[in-house]
């Protein structure tokens, strides 16, 4: 089958989250079962910036130019194979020459450029896929665009379109003047992408495109409640028939902690002691004091949706249980405020870094005993995964992907802790169940072992695409 990827980022050219994580190592997984998958995203400048290196694999396949309402744009392909996968770069320095990826005043225009850039570029590359699957909002017109203006088009029929939401906050809403102003679609066809009285993207991708998936099974059904849903419950649950859920992997070449350079020691479910050895040396790394305490890492965006206010309430109590924090991120001020205050109160027991630092990250999933990640709403969650992937228990609140990936230890069959209802003591409960299971040396072995050999490989979630994907193109 043929298969092309369309997002907004992609590992390891630009990423911003874990969407990126997932168009670097989905599409290879799908190229490793036999299929010929490829990838298209903007051609930013950061990538020319920050990576020079991957620039010079880069060669120009052509250009041409895309309509973007009246407008006439130039749109360059510039393509290179990376881990196995064709990439294709849609390169627009207008568009895309900028500091960031987002978070500019035209990005509806930006990515409506990209949209039906991608659509365009068919007609010039060699490739025709059988299935294009599209990825959040930035995306969410090519369906769209398809079904509107391509959908008859000689080289262009029966092209099959899975759009997969991995966050439901950001939809891409704009003003009704936008439909035809920068979309250039005709005004009779506002209905596809009117919703409450603006324009949704991503509403338009919802009732165009063939299949809607969400990145774990729990958060397809969740996404049809308005707890979740931000506002677009009411339209997921009329379409409710072709929406699904496929669980996210984790690349567990680059996770491994039997190869990583990065840690201390390396170790495996096996031969677990290199864990020790990684917990000292983080321990060192932060100033932090040393001694068997238990460490629990935090490694997330400082924002109210991750459940940091939950961590927030009940964090001094957790501190006088004798928990050591390991805690790196960034976001809201209030929240960096409240962790750097928790850091000067109680130096020996708590470590803040603010900020985006892989290799840090990398340090933390691996020294630590506990990785806490209470979210609000969490559509799949890669750094539970993780932190498991490393012997890291994690404990977590039972939403998304995060109740699809870990299994409470009441029963001692699972993986880590979980609880149900956002709020602060049910948290601290899962906290205490933990802290009672690492006094207990034989369980917490057991339970490690448990995390270590958990498979969160993209096999198993690959195949469930292929089906989905083939159950498509029998129609
Ligand atoms: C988004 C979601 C996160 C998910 C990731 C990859 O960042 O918030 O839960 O793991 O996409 O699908």
């Given at each position: 089958?043929?298969?092309?990827?369309?997002?907004?980022?992609?590992?390891?050219?630009?990423?911003?989250?874990?969407?990126?994580?997932?168009?670097?190592?989905?599409?290879?997984?799908?190229?490793?079962?036999?299929?010929?998958?490829?990838?298209?995203?903007?051609?930013?400048?950061?990538?020319?910036?920050?990576?020079?290196?991957?620039?010079?694999?880069?060669?120009?396949?052509?250009?041409?130019?895309?309509?973007?309402?009246?407008?006439?744009?130039?749109?360059?392909?510039?393509?290179?194979?990376?881990?196995?996968?064709?990439?294709?770069?849609?390169?627009?320095?207008?568009?895309?020459?900028?500091?960031?990826?987002?978070?500019?005043?035209?990005?509806?225009?930006?990515?409506?450029?990209?949209?039906?850039?991608?659509?365009?570029?068919?007609?010039?590359?060699?490739?025709?896929?059988?299935?294009?699957?599209?990825?959040?909002?930035?995306?969410?017109?090519?369906?769209?665009?398809?079904?509107?203006?391509?959908?008859?088009?000689?080289?262009?029929?029966?092209?099959?379109?899975?759009?997969?939401?991995?966050?439901?906050?950001?939809?891409?809403?704009?003003?009704?003047?936008?439909?035809?102003?920068?979309?250039?679609?005709?005004?009779?066809?506002?209905?596809?992408?009117?919703?409450?009285?603006?324009?949704?993207?991503?509403?338009?991708?919802?009732?165009?495109?063939?299949?809607?998936?969400?990145?774990?099974?729990?958060?397809?059904?969740?996404?049809?409640?308005?707890?979740?849903?931000?506002?677009?419950?009411?339209?997921?649950?009329?379409?409710?028939?072709?929406?699904?859920?496929?669980?996210?992997?984790?690349?567990?070449?680059?996770?491994?902690?039997?190869?990583?350079?990065?840690?201390?020691?390396?170790?495996?479910?096996?031969?677990?002691?290199?864990?020790?050895?990684?917990k000292e040396?983080l321990l060192a790394e932060l100033a932090l004091q040393e001694g068997d305490e238990p460490v629990i890492g935090i490694?997330?965006?400082?924002?109210?949706?991750?459940?940091?206010?939950?961590?927030?309430?009940?964090f001094e109590?957790i501190v006088n249980m004798g928990f050591k924090f390991a805690i790196?991120?960034?976001?809201?001020?209030?929240?960096?405020?409240?962790?750097?205050?928790m850091q000067?109160r109680y130096p020996d027991q708590v470590s803040v870094?603010?900020?985006?630092?892989?290799?840090?990250?990398?340090?933390i999933?691996?020294g630590s005993d506990m990785f806490l990640?209470?979210?609000?709403?969490?559509?799949?969650?890669?750094?539970?995964?993780?932190?498991?992937?490393?012997?890291t228990?994690?404990?977590?609140?039972?939403?998304?992907?995060?109740?699809?990936?870990?299994?409470?230890?009441?029963?001692?069959?699972?993986?880590?802790?979980?609880?149900?209802?956002?709020?602060?003591?049910?948290?601290?409960?899962?906290v205490?169940?933990?802290k009672?299971?690492y006094?207990?040396?034989?369980?917490?072995?057991?339970?490690?072992?448990?995390?270590?050999?958990?498979?969160?490989?993209?096999?198993?979630?690959?195949?469930?695409?292929?089906?989905?994907?083939?159950?498509?193109?029998?129609?």
């Amino acid at each position: 089958m043929n298969i092309l990827f369309a997002a907004s980022e992609a590992v390891p050219f630009a990423a911003s989250g874990g969407l990126a994580d997932v168009i670097g190592s989905l599409p290879h997984a799908l190229v490793e079962k036999g299929h010929d998958c490829r990838i298209v995203m903007p051609y930013y400048k950061s990538i020319k910036t920050a990576h020079p290196e991957l620039c010079e694999r880069l060669t120009q396949v052509t250009h041409f130019t895309v309509d973007v309402s009246w407008r006439k744009q130039y749109c360059g392909i510039y393509t290179a194979v990376w881990n196995g996968v064709t990439y294709y770069l849609l390169d627009n320095e207008y568009y895309f020459k900028r500091d960031g990826l987002y978070g500019f005043y035209d990005d509806c225009e930006r990515f409506v450029f990209f949209s039906r850039a991608v659509l365009e570029m068919l007609r010039c590359i060699d490739f025709k896929p059988d299935i294009i699957n599209e990825n959040d909002w930035q995306t969410a017109l090519i369906p769209v665009f398809y079904q509107v203006f391509y959908k008859y088009q000689q080289g262009f029929q029966n092209i099959k379109h899975v759009f997969t939401i991995h966050n439901i906050q950001y939809q891409g809403n704009y003003g009704r003047e936008v439909l035809n102003e920068v979309m250039g679609i005709p005004l009779y066809h506002m209905g596809i992408l009117e919703y409450d009285g603006a324009i949704n993207m991503m509403k338009g991708a919802i009732e165009t495109a063939d299949k809607i998936t969400t990145v774990s099974p729990s958060y397809a059904w969740e996404i049809l409640d308005p707890w979740y849903s931000h506002g677009l419950d009411r339209i997921l649950v009329n379409k409710q028939y072709k929406l699904s859920g496929i669980l996210n992997g984790i690349d567990t070449e680059l996770y491994n902690p039997e190869t990583d350079d990065l840690i201390a020691k390396k170790f495996s479910a096996k031969h677990p002691s290199g864990k020790n050895a990684c917990k000292e040396a983080l321990l060192a790394e932060l100033a932090l004091q040393e001694g068997d305490e238990p460490v629990i890492g935090i490694v997330t965006r400082f924002v109210s949706h991750k459940g940091i206010d939950l961590i927030r309430y009940v964090f001094e109590d957790i501190v006088n249980m004798g928990f050591k924090f390991a805690i790196l991120g960034s976001g809201e001020r209030i929240y960096e405020d409240f962790f750097s205050e928790m850091q000067s109160r109680y130096p020996d027991q708590v470590s803040v870094t603010l900020g985006f630092q892989p290799d840090l990250a990398r340090k933390i999933y691996a020294g630590s005993d506990m990785f806490l990640m209470p979210s609000q709403s969490e559509p799949c969650g890669l750094a539970q995964m993780i932190a498991m992937r490393y012997g890291t228990i994690p404990i977590v609140r039972e939403t998304g992907g995060l109740r699809d990936s870990v299994k409470d230890d009441g029963n001692h069959d699972g993986n880590g802790f979980t609880f149900k209802t956002y709020n602060a003591h049910d948290m601290l409960d899962a906290v205490k169940r933990a802290k009672a299971t690492y006094d207990n040396t034989k369980e917490w072995k057991a339970l490690r072992k448990r995390a270590l050999k958990s498979d969160f490989s993209w096999s198993a979630s690959a195949d469930s695409y292929l089906a989905l994907y083939q159950e498509l193109c029998k129609q």
